[in-house]
């Protein structure tokens, strides 16, 4: 699944390991952070429960009762009170296509609309405070907000007449473009199918209707701005900053990563990579 999935985090207050910025030279025995008040999961089988734990570096060094973490707190320490609220070991997303999830983050985001109508206000909300005639990207819209289960270009062109449009539908099997978009693909109803792929076809006319099925997506993609290296390691900071903020602090790529690795290197080395990306060994394009 893409980042635009959502997690519930109002029912769960996750510590990560990138919570504390402390100092891992800390010898003083002091925690850098305290969490007190909280119900933790520990995994643990013989003590499943605890009430506080200690941060120090970028480790949990003690988890315990109050009285005993209070026991490692100094003047520097930072003391979180969790107020009862429940605390969980960081999740791991064993499906995510990362970078592409990144910078669907600064992109319109369909995801719960109503209607034709709700995605035609977001996407105007999206335009004008993306002015321009840059491509307008997004994702998430879903088959049951149309009544004939797949979209039509005439819905964009109402809102984008002159700037391409390029939306991914949610599950990843299904993108909808308006005309621009289709022009600038050379996309016309003689355009024979990709392998693998279908352009829906206006029955009459054989006219494409803006759905492509498939690899036809492709035909549309090949033709989008190729992102910069600048643009793609801010795409990746803000997803990896989503990720921690969601209690993400490992995820398995399922593709579009393996061609990134020396980004995922960079930021490594910057200490900017606080989570922990592992490809699937199971893709044929894994490289070991």
Known sequence: MKLCSRIAATVLFTILIAVSNGSAQNKSGAADTIVL??????????????????????????????AEIA???????????AKGRLVLPGFTDCHIHFID?????GRVNLEGAKDAADIQQRLRAHGAAHPGDGWILGRGWNYAMFPSSLPDKKILDEVFPDRPAFLEGYDGHTYWANSKAL?????????PNP?????????????ATGALKEAAQGLVAAVLPKPTRGEKLTALRAGIHWANE???????????????????????????????DVTDRHDPDFRK
Do not use: C, M
Request: proline fraction near 3%; hydrophobic fraction near 35%; aromatic fraction near 6%.
């Open 37 to 66: 008040h909280a119900k933790i999961y520990t995994l643990d089988s013989k003590q499943p429960w605890a009430e506080a734990l200690a941060i120090r570096g970028d480790r949990i060094v003690l988890v315990g009762s109050d």
């Open 71 to 81: 026991k490692l707190q100094s003047k520097n320490t930072q003391v979180i009170d």
């Open 101 to 105: 999830g990144s910078f669907s983050l």
């Open 183 to 191: 022009e600038l693909a050379h996309i016309s109803k003689d355009t």
């Open 195 to 207: 392998p693998n792929g279908v352009i829906v076809r206006d029955p009459q006319t054989g006219e």
């Open 246 to 276: 969601n209690g993400l602090t490992r995820v398995h790529s399922a593709g579009g990563d393996f061609e990134e690795f020396d980004l995922y290197d960079e930021l490594l080395r910057l200490g900017d990579l606080t989570l922990i």
